[in-house]
């Protein structure tokens, strides 16, 4: 888009149409000096009497207000300008013309009528006030004026030429700014001023009022639009809020007349310049290098929402900071976790569920115990009598009365090892046995239908078992520095230090669920060995009840993340989060921003895969994973 070049002339032929509680037109002097020197593409959407945009000028415009009888105005005299003046020049300064236009319904008239209609009452009602009732209906008396230009054609077809350059739209000034603002774009925004007394709001320039939980959602937009890279200037009132909601920026106090304000004495006050230029990125890109061969001792799993596909991604974006610490806050199948300490990173993982947390006290914090094969295999002979929890309670659901009597044996052998790491090492073992053992590797069904035939099922669950106790032992290494597991809610985690914190919660979509526990409730159970859980006895699959996570709902998932980076405001934050996912990328943006001073996004193609069952080969969901990064 070719840019703007700023008009800056000492004087103008276009001019504002309308005289309008709030123009700017007094404040040009502060405010010209501010905008850019260049620009995309000029977007006012609290348009009211259009100062700004009179003066500017702009070759490329979307001017917008959410008043349909101001908006219905600039469109004709854009379009149809001599058809408006044919109409004002039958109006007449008199009370009882004032009244009967008044009376009009303008949404029943031809719309040039209407146009006319809304400036001949703004020229002659008291103080050019425009003011509605709660009906929508203008309500301003008579001004009494001797002499006033009704009808000022120069001027009317000056401001023709200008409105012509420009996309006129009536709409709610949010959704107005989420769809055309662009990277580069000039911004202007002039609300609806917060009150500075009890008895100051005396605007209605529509039926809807503007109140303070609006400015605050204006506020929100505004960090949008810097983050997207726009230029911004808005005014306001000199008001507390207004320094709250703008701390980051630039705000000039000037003063100003108010000229609505029938007492001369009360006209003066003080308005607010706040100037938002566009964030500054240092841009970060992949600069993909290769993994140390280390990280591929990580045995693989079949976990939802594993990241073992983008470690050369996350590396390239964490490599580009020297950083010593790194917090994996949502560890999952830990293998992130296990790729920093594989780069020599002391490593803090954690997670709520027990099972990554095992996982990541086995190969994470482990730097070199492992579990000989022949204890391992010991592991398999029942020394004494279990208590068959297994093998009662999940009967025919999920695998043989043989295999459940082995599952037993081995939770009887491994809860007697008193070494934390073989301990971890073995229920590690066990778990990837159990997952191994099921079709597609989840536990939200039971028998065999979506059994493939794959080689991992036709083993016996003692195979899978020394197999997986091997590859968890192949994975232990020392990578010199204290590394540790954690096993608790990420909003209570503390540490002493964390240079980086990593976080890849569970996503949450309105169309899935991210239900981790009910997925993996089984193996779970296994590294609970079912304390602390209330089974669900009425259900198929005696799953228990969830754990509580702020991710299931969207209002949820945005607290949680703001939260988060409130927490860890004085580290580098990295963030996998999906495309279609709630927050949205914007949102999640305006999030990390509040605590981060330079925020970047990386997109990466993706595909997740459902199931592994010959029909589900075909059925795999491409979006774009989002690296979102703060420093």
């Not at 700023?6 to 709030?22: D, E, I, N, Y």
């Not at 769809?179 to 500075?196: E, K, N, R, T, V």
């Not at 895969?609 to 010959?614: A, E, L, M, V």
Request: glycine share 6%; charged share 25%.
């Amino acid at each position: 888009m070719a840019q703007q070049v700023v008009r800056k002339l000492a004087s103008v032929q276009a001019k504002p149409v309308l005289k309008w509680a709030g123009g700017k037109t007094q404040m040009l002097g502060d405010l010209l000096p501010k905008v850019p020197a260049s620009y995309g593409r000029y977007i006012e959407p609290f348009f009211g009497g259009g100062a700004m945009f009179f003066a500017l000028q702009p070759e490329n415009a979307i001017i917008a207000d959410s008043n349909p009888e101001l908006i219905n105005m600039y469109r004709q005299i854009a379009n149809h300008v001599e058809d408006v003046i044919h109409y004002l020049r039958t109006y007449e300064n008199t009370s009882e013309m004032f009244y009967a236009v008044r009376g009009l319904d303008w949404t029943k008239l031809p719309q040039a009528e209407a146009a006319a209609r809304t400036i001949f009452l703004n020229r002659t009602c008291f103080n050019g006030l425009y003011r509605v009732n709660k009906q929508g209906q203008f309500n301003v008396p008579y001004g009494k004026y001797k002499n006033p230009k009704i009808c000022d054609e120069d001027g009317l077809r000056a401001a023709s030429k200008a409105l012509q350059k420009a996309d006129i739209i009536c709409g709610d000034y949010l959704l107005i700014l989420e769809h055309y603002a662009q990277a580069g774009d000039f911004i202007f925004l002039d609300p609806p001023y917060l009150p500075i007394s009890e008895y100051a709001d005396f605007k209605r320039y529509t039926k809807e009022q503007f109140y303070e939980e609006d400015h605050i959602e204006l506020a929100k937009m505004v960090m949008t639009l810097h983050e997207r890279g726009c230029h911004i200037i808005l005014t306001n009132s000199n008001h507390p809020l207004v320094h709250e909601l703008y701390t980051p920026f630039t705000i000039d106090v000037i003063q100003t007349k108010r000229h609505i304000s029938c007492n001369g004495s009360t006209r003066k006050g003080e308005d607010v310049i706040v100037t938002i230029p566009p964030k500054q990125r240092t841009l970060i890109k992949l600069l993909p290098q290769p993994l140390p061969k280390q990280v591929a001792a990580y045995p693989p799993t079949r976990f939802m929402g594993s990241k073992s596909k983008l470690l050369s991604e996350i590396w390239s974006v964490a490599s580009q900071f020297n950083v010593n610490t790194v917090v994996d806050l949502f560890s999952g199948s830990g293998v992130v976790g296990y790729m920093f300490k594989a780069q020599g990173k002391a490593v803090v993982s954690n997670d709520y569920m027990a099972m990554s947390a095992t996982f990541t006290k086995a190969m994470i914090e482990n730097n070199s115990v492992t579990l000989p094969m022949g204890e391992a295999k010991e592991l398999l002979v029942a020394h004494k009598e279990s208590d068959h929890f297994v093998a009662s309670t999940f009967k025919g659901l999920y695998y043989t009365d043989e295999e459940n009597d082995l599952i037993d044996t081995l939770r009887t052998n491994i809860a007697a090892i008193r070494d934390q790491y073989k301990h971890a090492i073995a229920m590690t073992a066990l778990i990837r046995a159990c997952t191994k053992k099921r079709p597609r590797g989840i536990f939200t069904y039971t028998g065999q239908r979506y059994n493939d035939g794959r080689k991992d099922l036709q083993k016996t669950l003692a195979q899978q078992f020394l197999e997986a106790v091997e590859a968890v032992n192949k994975a232990v290494f020392d990578n010199g520095k204290i590394n540790r597991s954690k096993h608790g809610d990420a909003m209570d985690l503390r540490v002493e230090q964390a240079d980086l914190v990593y976080i890849d919660p569970p996503y949450y979509s309105p169309l899935s669920d991210n239900e981790y526990v009910r997925r993996y409730h089984f193996v779970e159970g296994l590294a609970r060995d079912w304390k602390g859980v209330e089974i669900q006895e009425h259900t198929q699959t005696k799953k228990f009840k969830s754990y509580p996570t702020p991710f299931s709902t969207r209002k949820g998932a945005a607290d949680a993340f703001d939260r988060l980076f409130k927490k860890f405001a004085s580290s580098i934050l990295i963030v996998s989060y999906s495309s279609n996912s709630l927050p949205t990328q914007d949102e999640m943006v305006a999030i990390m921003a509040k605590y981060k001073s330079h925020v970047e996004v990386i997109p990466v193609d993706y595909k997740y895969s459902f199931g592994n069952q010959n029909e589900a080969k075909t059925h795999r969901n491409t979006v774009q994973e989002y690296l979102f990064v703060g420093y």
